[in-house]
């Protein structure tokens, strides 16, 4: 059974950096075709695909938040972790943490997601 | 970058009738086009991915057509618990984008 669970703070101060982590159990991050993606999606609003790390170590980013986004990976730990640097109010979202590449190229399992506010 | 462009944006419908949300990119993508339906408060669900493929334990009223640059989500006969947002997303290349999604309303 795949299961994921996102963590981190609910909330941070404009300019901050946030770390996300997703906890994951039911498969490993070395299996190969195996990735993990961070989507959000602002309240109201439509979802945003933000970043993978796949078994290879291989990072794919947003185009327009390159520069603003690190992810990375704990095997051992079973674990992948976003940063997000200079946060800013339009970063206000849930989080989510997705499978990739199980069905077909698909985000076929999810976490249940976090929110996170940007207020001073 | 891929755009993906859903219609409509939202749409009212009754129990029983048949709806179909159209999905296009902005280029080919082949046929690697998934459909996810969410729910208020919830985390998406995957309900078609590679196009026209039902993922396991989605009901079969639900069904995917199309391929290159534009999608069809169709909903046979819609029920109550389908009353929800759907999202497209392409995963033909890296950002994998998402549609703006389609509202689906109880008329």
């Known amino acids: 059974q795949v299961t994921l669970k996102e963590s981190g703070p609910a909330l941070v101060k404009p300019t901050q950096t946030l770390t996300l982590t997703c906890t994951f159990s039911?498969?490993?991050?070395?299996?190969?075709?195996?990735?993990v993606s961070w989507i959000r999606q602002p309240p109201g609003k439509a979802l945003e695909w933000l970043a993978r790390i796949d078994w290879a170590d291989d990072k794919f980013y947003r185009t327009s938040l390159k520069t603003r986004l690190t992810i990375s990976k704990d095997t051992s730990k079973n674990q992948v972790v976003l940063t997000v640097t200079n946060m800013d109010p339009v970063d206000t979202a849930t989080y989510y943490c997705?499978?990739?590449?199980?069905?077909?190229?698909?985000?076929?399992?999810w976490g249940q997601g976090t929110l996170v506010t940007v207020s001073s | 970058d891929i755009q993906m462009t859903q219609s409509p944006s939202s749409l009212s419908a009754s129990v029983g009738d048949r709806v179909t949300i159209t999905c296009r990119a902005s280029?080919?993508?082949?046929?690697?086009l998934n459909w996810y339906q969410q729910k208020p408060g919830k985390a998406p669900k995957l309900l078609i991915y590679?196009?026209?493929s039902l993922q396991s334990g989605v009901p079969s009223r639900f069904s995917g057509s199309g391929s290159g640059t534009h999608f069809t989500l169709t909903i046979s006969s819609l029920q109550p618990e389908d009353f929800a947002t759907y999202y497209c997303q392409q995963s033909y290349s890296s950002p994998y984008s998402f549609g703006q999604g389609t509202k689906l309303e109880i008329k």
């Open positions: 997705a499978v990739f590449g199980g069905s077909g190229y698909s985000f076929d399992y």
């Open positions: 590679a196009a026209s």
């Open positions: 280029q080919s993508i082949s046929s690697y």
């Open positions: 039911g498969f490993s991050l070395s299996t190969s075709g195996m990735s």
